[in-house]
DNA sequence: TTAGGGTTAG
């Protein structure tokens, strides 16, 4: 199997249970609990067993550990009764396994000084409290805060209670965090550490108001003592930044002035930060400027508010001059340029950067990768994100120590990455490999999103199905739901639509609603439903540029010309961006409805609005002239661009040959798709259906032969519809459909209706040498006329009837479906790979433009 | 106690 290296096998890393049986793993240390220092003095001078006669036990476990000689300590420490003097050397070495993040032995010595009758004292909690918080196993931290309770370190250890709140926050016991807390103040007993601590939960939990309002009732205790210190500032100044209150973040900044703690360089660097994420890059530059003391976070954080606002060649300029200076350029630095990169959708500079890294020495992390992939993803850089795959598998992934969280960040970013790069079928394995209970919403997201983008979209909806299976254990987050109405929009799945759209108004998605409005408004543009998208439209509260051209899209797609210029009229008059893709919208509007003067001159003012035309502009324009029957304007005007015309360009120009059947220019247009090595599909069907409306009889069979030697097999068409029973889905003379005699005998009928009425074959389209009459029947059979049969026969009266086609709709079907919309009582709703086709009263709404 | 990362729309 191609994917066979892929195939983890993952052993995950949590943390279970009980003390003392542990399965660590290691977390970046982020905590506020603060030790007691005076640890550090020996205990002979807390209390010496005998002053006046030095304790020799003592005296040869202070030699080993001045000496280093660790495990020598432990020796001894195991030969000697219990004594509360000594558990001093217990704390050592417990303490020291703590700062190594060596959570494994930080148990194994409590276990074992437990094992041997010693008695854990005030010290010796706090220290493995840390250990719990690192690890976040609450098990671990409630068993070994209970073990301190009843051993008398409750209400009256400052220390113990500090590092139990701390424990409590990190493992998100926050209600545990809170109560105890609550309890040292009715107590009385707390410090600076204590409020830090319960402020530190509040941000870690991400309530950033209440982590405030704390922080305020904090230094407005001046009365009783209690003063904010390094610590307090720099973990408040996250909070401002997260709610992005700049005034809020202000003040801190000004109490830290007040309180002579900015010269901090903690605190400078927290300040800096909280402004870069406020937005105000030039306060935080300022105080770059002054701060007299730097360190390589500081260039960070500056880089990396650079970055993020867009103003990616300040932060470049500033990595460079962190280059000059010989500022160590550690991997926070190297990501966050790669990372830039990767957000302006600059894979091949992302890459290079990284490449650059790899040389420096500097050694890549899990965020590092990340952002490489994201980089590969952004450009479909497949190669480089196999490497970068491999290189996770080596140097990365499922290391000892890693934070398993860290790791599936990057099996996502894989996924992510492969899907982009439209290899399905890796991406598919990968996800396959995660056991159900480590993949996340944003795991389920990638391979749906990369299914609704470049593969089945059916996968897409049936995943998004077997999702929503496993519960509240997964809930589809505003991403996914985005997703999934993407995939409803490529095959015209409106009822699945439907029914996401009522799923969103259920569950409340917040900020990300302007999102998925947007997508619901494309997909019922795609699947057809006007009337839905304009009521999305009009109830939304807040529109962005991307609903209004969403509207446009679909005016322009239903045929609906004027409206789709109306709707670009507002956006300019409501002063909303203007874009390249809003021209591209509404060039394309005007080429579809015929309004070809009005589409001449918008392409013409483009530069009034600070949008140079590109090639995808040209096409549009060829398109509308050479639908307009104007194809030696079209000719000039790719003759006059200025840069060279792409495939899509002589695409444009290859379609309109054939509606207007002028083989000279279509000639022309193969020729140079064949230079550009351009393997359009259908390139060739194409070429012979200009060929076929002109009777050219052998050169269709000429371009057959060279079809069948080269291997090249045309497209079948497809068509689908719902039915009452769910999607029908057929293929040109499909016979396998249960309904195959109803079908054919009501189109037979319907067709010799058809002819009384005025139809007359249009056998150009069948594409076959044979005589007329039995191109007549070979075109009875294409996909379009089987669903819209099918159609008929499986829905209520009254109601619209909706057919989807793979590729454009053919000719002869298009004036077929035209007599029938007078027979029947249904409006018939056709979208083709080009547009959507109105059938009612026997005139189609494309008006012959398609 | 500070800096970096993954999934969505026209």
Redesign the pocket.
Known sequence: MECCFLQFSRQTTAATALVPKLCFSST??????SLPEDDLIQPQSIAPSSPSEPNPTAQLLSDCLSDGRHSDVITVLRRTPPSRYLVFYWNNLIKRSVSFQDHRNVFHLFDEMRRLQWKPDGHTYPYVLKACGDLTSLAAGMSIHALALVSGFTNCNVFVDNAAIAMYGRCGAFDKARQLFDEMLEGGVFDTVSWNSII?AYVQFGDSRKALRMFKEMVSRGDIGLRAD??S???I??AC?SLRSQRRGAEVHAYSVRRGLID????G??VM?MYA?CGLIDDAKNLFDRMEVK????W??LV?GY??IGKFDDALGLFDRMREKNIEL????W??VI?GY??RGLGNEAIDVFKQMIVSGSQP????L??V??GC?ASGASNPGKETHCYAIKQVLNLEGN?P??D???I??LI?MYA?CKNLKVAHALFDSIEMKNR????W??LI?GY??HGEAGDALGLFAEMLREGCRMMP???????A??AC?RVGALRLGREIHAYALRNRYGD?M???L??LI?MYVKSGDMDAARAVFDNMSQK???????MM?GYGMHGRGEEAVQVFEKMRAAGL?I?G??FV?LLYSCSHSGIVDQGISYFNHMKDFGVVPAAEHYACMVDLLGRAGRLDDAMRLIRDMPMQANPIVWVSLLSSCRLHGNVEIGEHAVNKLLELKFEVDGLYTLLSNIYASAKQWKDVARIRLLMKRAGIRKRPGCSWVQGRHGTATFYVGDKTHPMTKEIYDLLHDLIYRAKIMGYVPETSFALHDVDDEEKGDLLVEHSEKLALAYGILTTTPGMPIRIMKNLRVCGDCHTAISYISRMIEHDIILRDSSRFHHFKNGSCSCKGYW
């Open positions: 970046a240390a982020h905590h506020c609990v530190s390094a610590v500032l720099v973990n100044l996250p930044a901090d360089v903690f605190v660097n927290a930060d994420k360190d390589v976070v500081s960070n954080a990396t970055s993020q550690n991997v926070v630095a990501s966050a990372a990767a957000q992390n899990a965020v590092t990340v952002s992939l994201s993803a934070d969280g860290d599936m960040m990057v996502n970013g992510d982009k996340s919403v944003v795991t997201t990638a999103g609704a983008q987050n505003g991403f996914t739901i985005s997703c109405l993407v929009a990300a302007i999102f998925i947007n997508c494309d962005n540029a991307v609903s209004w051209t969403s899209t961006p874009d893709v809003t919208v």
